[in-house]
Every structure is written in C-alpha cells, then in structure tokens.
C-alpha cells in the first residue's frame, strides 16, 4: 500500500507565499518521478512542476520564477515553495508519485488526496 499525503496549503493575499509539502509513504522500492498539479474549477488537470528521475525540473510557464520545487529523497518528500501568488494560482493541488511498490512491479502513478490554496487580490 502507498500513500501519498500532501499538506500547507491555505488561503493568501496577492503576493503571499505558501509552502506545500508531500510525502511518499508504504510499500515503494523506488520512484520515477514526483511532481505537483493543480486543478481549478471548471479547468483540467495541469502539471505545475515536476521531478523526473536523474532529477531533471520542468515548470508551467506562468510559475516559473515564482515557484520552485525541492525534494527530499531519503523522506520521499517534495515541496513546493509558492511565491508572488496570484489569484489566478488558486486551485486545487495535487502531488502524484510515480514508483515501483517491488522491484519487479511495474510504473504506478499514485495521487495524494488536494490541498486547496485560495489567493485573493
């Protein structure tokens, strides 16, 4: 069993900062990848940032400079430090991790349950 927890998110100003976290946990023998997405009413699902194994980023266009992810291997945590919010950032986030459970056990992409974050101008 896996389970991926996300927490900090909450509600700011325009031009907060807010610092989300998210934890791996249970049965994983090593992960691919781990990244953050957000959802926003009546919008998709789009990736926000992300970790790719050999450690390699990517960013949404519209965060990059005000987001930045980190990672903590040996917790099997991310974050994401938010900076500059706008009200435009508000969402739902969600952090998936892609991992092997076993060793012999396939890629699974595992979903934490959101963390709102809510931005007023």
């Known amino acids: 069993q896996v389970q991926v927890v996300e927490s900090g998110g909450g509600a700011v100003q325009y031009g907060g900062s807010l610092r989300l976290s998210c934890a791996a946990s249970g049965s994983i023998f090593s992960i691919y990848a781990m990244a953050w997405y957000r959802q926003a009413p009546g919008k998709q699902r789009e990736l926000v940032a992300g970790f790719i194994n050999g450690g390699s980023t990517n960013y949404l266009d519209s965060v990059k400079g005000r987001f930045t992810i980190s990672r903590d291997n040996a917790k099997n945590t991310v974050y994401l430090q938010m900076n500059s919010l706008k009200p435009e950032d508000t969402a739902v986030y969600y952090c998936?991790?892609?991992?092997?459970?076993?060793?012999?056990?396939?890629?699974?992409?595992?979903w934490g349950q959101g963390t709102q974050v809510t931005v007023s101008s």
């Open positions: 998936s991790a892609e991992l092997r459970p076993t060793a012999t056990s396939s890629l699974y992409k595992y």
